[in-house]
């Protein structure tokens, strides 16, 4: 029996789950290497459900632990093994194993866990890390841009682009945040262009994946010898169809709406070969008034989004204020 300043261990319970845990891990140090991260975030969510089995024993039985474990490496760290216990709380047995989170590293899934604010938000970082390929910097740099209150609001677009493959959350969001904008340099249409090809690579990873740069002020020659010019053409990898992006600096107009329309249908006529899909058109505006940019985009039968960026010092009053707009629909 061990007393521990108030709290006991009964000795050979401990000695139990010390040789549980010891088995645990040399169990999974002999899977292969590809498999090397999921089994150690195996390991640590089986050490997890042990240690909160044992909550009412206190600190001192992870500062035990990880005195006894010292030889199986640096993982087993009073701190470590404390975010052990974390993950162990935050999933039950069956979602964990239905959940990608053994296929993200471990100090990324320690902030996610860390930064998120509830269980739904913590999933959802969890699913777009390993659906994206995210980075930690990646993640931390989503989270500060609150990629997930972001993903609550339903972008504006035609009934066409259907959710059937789920490619409307992928090809579409309400609200960009470009952070690397200087928002002092931006007079004119140009300026704000320039800095987005500037910053192609955070640009891109900002539109979301699957996305590539065809070119900036994209000529269109037509059959009688017109010219015009795309702000930004890109090409989706996924969906197999080019996407026309115009950029507008002030509030969307409906009058804009006419441009992108004929951009689509001319890359159609024009672009678009028999391996790709129908043309898609993305309008990016700084204000958008609800109503004006869903009555403009009713009864088209395009695949057609219009969207807002936004510089990141304005995200949080417009997030509590669309977030609330959200919570009062649904309370209706």
Not at 225 to 236: A, Q, R, T, V, W
Request: glycine share 4%; proline share 2%.
């Amino acid at each position: 029996m061990i007393d521990t300043k108030g709290n006991i261990i009964l000795e050979k319970e401990y000695f139990d789950d010390l040789n549980k845990i010891k088995e645990t891990i040399r169990n999974n140090q002999n899977k292969a290497m590809v498999v090397v991260n999921s089994a150690m975030i195996m390991t640590y969510y089986e050490i997890g459900t042990i240690i909160n089995q044992r909550k009412k024993w206190g600190n001192k039985y992870i500062e035990k632990l990880s005195t006894d474990l010292k030889d199986y490496g640096k993982g087993y760290s009073i701190t470590n093994m404390k975010y052990m216990s974390r993950l162990a709380s935050e999933f039950t047995p069956y979602e964990f194993s239905q959940q990608p989170a053994g296929q993200i590293p471990w100090y990324t899934l320690i902030e996610i866990m860390q930064k998120s604010h509830s269980h739904e938000e913590m999933l959802w970082y969890i699913e777009q890390t390993y659906k994206n390929g995210w980075s930690r910097s990646m993640v931390l740099n989503q989270i500060a841009m609150k990629a997930y209150e972001r993903s609550l609001i339903n972008p504006t677009t035609t009934e066409s682009i259907t959710t059937s493959s789920d490619l409307s959350n992928e090809l579409f969001k309400d609200t960009y945040v470009f952070e690397f904008l200087d928002k002092e340099k931006i007079k004119t249409e140009k300026d704000l262009k320039n800095q987005m090809i500037d910053n192609i690579l955070k640009f891109l990873n900002e539109l979301g994946p699957g996305f590539s740069l065809v070119g900036q002020e994209y000529k269109l020659r037509t059959p009688t010898n017109k010219e015009f010019y795309i702000d930004l053409l890109m090409y989706h990898t996924k969906i197999h169809a080019y996407v026309v992006i115009e950029v507008k600096i002030g509030e969307f107009n409906p009058a804009d709406l006419g441009q992108l329309i004929f951009y689509v249908n001319a890359i159609d006529e024009l672009e678009k070969t028999d391996g790709d899909n129908d043309t898609i058109g993305l309008l990016l505006c700084k204000e958008a008034d609800t109503f004006v940019a869903k009555t403009s985009l009713k009864k088209t039968n395009m695949q057609l989004g219009i969207s807002k960026y936004k510089f990141i010092e304005e995200l949080p009053e417009y997030l509590e204020r669309r977030l609330n707009e959200r919570k009062d629909n649904l309370n209706d």
